[in-house]
Nanobody, 116 residues
Framework: QVQLVESGGGLVQPGGSLRLSCTTS????????MAWYRQAPGKQRELVAN???????TYADSVKGRFTISKDGAKNTVYLQMNALKPEDTAIYYC??????????WGQGTQVTVSS
């Protein structure tokens, strides 16, 4: 069973930064994609950033220019660098590993709260 473990969430003031990490129990190169999603209270889960195995990256319009997805293959870890955080970025952030035709794997989530 593949496990994804997120970390790095917390409380930050508006305009601040956080870096989320997602470490997998299997080499990240075995996945077709790695992505970050988020879910705010009362809202549906939404895609924040996606990175294909080719290296192509896409972002939600709401985070473009502020968030960056990256990976460290040696550490089997994917990161989400979040800058210029806004209160509307408050949510539980989830890591997702795509497997092509099979069900993706999800982490347990990490809470990000942006508040003064």
């Amino acid at each position: 069973q593949v496990q994804l473990v997120e970390s790095g969430g917390g409380l930050v003031q508006p305009g601040g930064s956080l870096r989320l990490s997602c470490t997998t129990s299997r080499t990240i190169y075995s996945f077709t994609s790695m992505a970050w999603y988020r879910q705010a209270p009362g809202k549906q889960r939404e895609l924040v950033a996606n990175m294909l195995s080719s290296g192509t990256k896409t972002y939600a319009d709401s985070v473009k220019g502020r968030f960056t997805i990256s990976k460290d293959g040696a550490k089997n870890t994917v990161y989400l660098q979040m800058n210029a955080l806004k209160p509307e970025d408050t949510a539980i952030y989830y890591c997702r590993a795509g497997t092509g035709g099979q069900q993706p794997y999800w982490g347990q989530g990490t809470q990000v709260t942006v508040s003064s």
